[in-house]
C-alpha cells in the first residue's frame, strides 16, 4: 500500500465517527473492483493496520457482514 494509498484513508477515517467498519467502508470504488484485486487491497490494508500506518484503527479480529471488522477509535491516533 503506498503512501498516497494510506493518506486516503487517512482522510477517509477522520471523516468518520469512532466504531467499528469495514474497509469498504473507506475504500472508494471498491464495489467497482474485481474480486481479485478487493482481496488484494483488503489483505493490504490489514497488512497496514498491523504494522501501526493507521493510528487509531485496530484489526477486531472478527468477520462481520462479509467482511473483517476494523475498529476506529481517533483519540488513540495520537
Keep these: 500500500m503506498t503512501d498516497e494509498d494510506i493518506a486516503r484513508l487517512r482522510a477517509a477515517l477522520a471523516e468518520r465517527e469512532p ?3 469495514h474497509f469498504r467502508d473507506i475504500c472508494a470504488g471498491f ?3 474485481w474480486i481479485g484485486d478487493k482481496v ?3 489483505h493490504a490494508f490489514l497488512d497496514a493496520v498491523r504494522a501501526g ?3 487509531g484503527v485496530s484489526d477486531t479480529g472478527r468477520k462481520k ?3 473483517r471488522l476494523y ?3 481517533p483519540d ?3
Excluded: I, V
Design 19 to 21: 466504531g467499528p467498519f
Design 31 to 33: 464495489d467497482e473492483m
Design 40 to 42: 488484494k487491497a483488503g
Design 53 to 55: 500506518r493507521l493510528p
Design 65 to 67: 457482514g462479509g467482511g
Design 71 to 73: 475498529l476506529w477509535s
Design 76 to 78: 488513540r491516533a495520537h
